[in-house]
């Protein structure tokens, strides 16, 4: 039985403290991004009056809950030395973790990123995976080093991406993988059976935080294009038309199909609005988006 220190966010933060308990390793402690996130005191209102998922699940698990401003910092480091953990994981984690942090724990200081790695490194790539088309992705445990997501890989395995599912479905589905693999990984740590493999830098992709400009929806594109890139952004952002220099929200959207009617209208044309409704020309198809 390994003692595991998990650190991360959200839904993949949870999932690696679950994998652990209900592999039979114990989780030491765990550092929620919320306190980087928050002042002490603002936290201290959070967790009574809107408690996240996150620290629903380390009280419901009895984790106990490492308060400290930074994973670099010397309160995290303190914190280290008294709970004394074999291996620190790492699961939806914005801060460059130092070389002395990472390098703390027996066996390493271990990511969990949720692509197949090299392939989109970097943020967000569950937007990036959908939003180029891509039908295949995965969760890649590796070592942290210097450079994001470019340590070594220890265990990794490939994840399906739906022609329907959003970012959001995406994540779920990952965090479900990353909680199924984790015993496996930390079995294997232990009694000394991981060989880890380089990555390949011939094919790695480095993807860039999502901007504004990355949530206006291009209808020069084809129906496909624009549904994957509709899909990508949900449910964290709010896709946006520009229609005659207007910026429309998608709440919802669906095609219609290109008659002989509309094949001559410029793209971006304005087909028909009502007050709920509208219809806009778009590569290959017409688009009805509900305002």
Same mark, same amino acid.
């Given at each position: ?24 390793? @114990? ?9 980087? $996130? ?12 809107? %408690?996240?998922?996150?620290? +629903? ?41 130092? %070389?002395?942090?990472?390098?703390? %724990? ?12 090299? !392939?989109? !490194?970097?943020? $967000?790539?569950?937007? *990036? =995976? &959908? ?5 295949? =992705?995965?969760? +890649? ?18 994840? =399906? ?26 079995? @294997? ?12 830098? +011939? !094919?790695? =992709? ?21 549904? $994957?890139? &509709?899909?990508?952004?949900? %449910? *964290? ?55």
């Amino acid at each position: 039985m390994l003692r595991v220190l998990v650190v991360g966010y959200d839904k993949m933060l949870s999932a690696l403290i679950s994998g652990c308990v209900y592999s039979g390793h @114990k989780v030491v402690g765990a550092l929620r991004c919320d306190r980087v $996130n928050y002042s002490k005191f603002t936290l201290f209102l959070k967790d009574i009056f809107a %408690p996240s998922h996150d620290y +629903s699940l380390i009280k419901a698990f009895g984790v106990y809950d490492i308060k400290a401003p930074s994973i670099n910092s010397k309160e995290f480091i303190k914190e280290f030395k008294k709970i004394k953990p074999d291996v620190i994981l790492v699961g939806s984690w914005g801060e460059k973790i130092s %070389p002395k942090v990472a390098s703390l %724990p027996k066996y390493g200081c271990i990511n969990c990123h949720p692509s197949l790695l090299p !392939r989109h !490194r970097g943020a $967000n790539p569950y937007f *990036w =995976t &959908i939003f180029m088309g891509e039908d295949l =992705t995965g969760v +890649s445990f590796h070592y942290v080093n210097e450079k994001f997501d470019r340590g070594d890989i220890l265990l990794q395995e490939a994840v =399906t991406i739906d022609n329907d599912m959003t970012a959001g479905d995406l994540r779920d589905r990952c965090s479900k993988y990353a909680q199924g693999l984790v015993g496996e990984l930390l079995n @294997k740590l232990e009694r000394g059976e991981i060989k880890a493999q380089r990555q390949d830098e +011939s !094919r790695a =992709t480095y993807e860039k935080q999502i901007e504004f400009k990355d949530t206006l929806i291009d209808l020069r594109k084809t129906r496909k294009e624009i549904h $994957n890139h &509709i899909r990508a952004l949900r %449910p *964290w952002y709010m896709p946006i038309f520009r229609i005659n220099n207007r910026k429309i929200d998608i709440k919802n959207h669906r095609f219609l199909a290109l008659n002989d009617k509309y094949k001559d209208l410029k793209i971006g044309t304005k087909v028909f609005e009502n007050r709920k409704i509208i219809i806009v020309r778009a590569a290959d198809c017409l688009v009805e988006i509900t305002k």
